[in-house]
C-alpha cells in the first residue's frame, strides 16, 4: 500500500506562484510514476503533469511552460511548481501515484489539497 498526503495549496492572487508538495509513505519502492491533477467545480479531473521513475516529464498544454514537477526519491516526496498562476487554475489538486506493472499497475490518491486564484 502506498499513502499520499499533499501539501500546499491556499489563495493566491492572479499571477501569484505556489508549491504544492506530495508526500509518499508506505511501499514508495513500487512506483513508476507519480501524477498532480485537478478537479474544477463541475469539470472532469484531469491531469496537469506526470514524472516517471526516469525523471522524464509531460504536461497538459493548459500549464506547460507555468509549471514544473519534480521528484526527491530520498525523500519520497513530489512537487509541483506553479507560476503565472490563472483563475482558471482554480481546482482541488490531488497527487496520484502509479504501481509498477511488477506490482499490479495499481493507483492511489491523495486526500487533495484545494488552490484558489483570485483577486
Known amino acids: 500500500q502506498v499513502q499520499l498526503v499533499e501539501s500546499g495549496g491556499g489563495l493566491v492572487q492572479p499571477g501569484g506562484s505556489l508549491r504544492l508538495s506530495c508526500a509518499v509513505s508506505?511501499?514508495?519502492?513500487?512506483?513508476?510514476?507519480m501524477s498532480w491533477y485537478r478537479q474544477a467545480p463541475g469539470e472532469e479531473r484531469e491531469r496537469v503533469a506526470r514524472?516517471?521513475?526516469?525523471?522524464?516529464?509531460a504536461y497538459a498544454d493548459s500549464v506547460k511552460g507555468r509549471c514544473t514537477i519534480s521528484r526527491d526519491n530520498a525523500k519520497n516526496t513530489v512537487d509541483l511548481q506553479m507560476s503565472s498562476l490563472k483563475s482558471e487554475d482554480t481546482a482541488v489538486y490531488y497527487c496520484?501515484?502509479?504501481?509498477?506493472?511488477?506490482?499490479?499497475?495499481?493507483?492511489?490518491w491523495g486526500q487533495g489539497t484545494q488552490v484558489t486564484v483570485s483577486s
Open positions: 496520484n501515484a502509479e504501481s509498477s506493472p511488477k506490482y499490479g499497475e495499481q493507483q492511489y
Open positions: 508506505g511501499s514508495a519502492f513500487t512506483i513508476y510514476a
Open positions: 514524472i516517471t521513475s526516469s525523471t522524464s516529464t
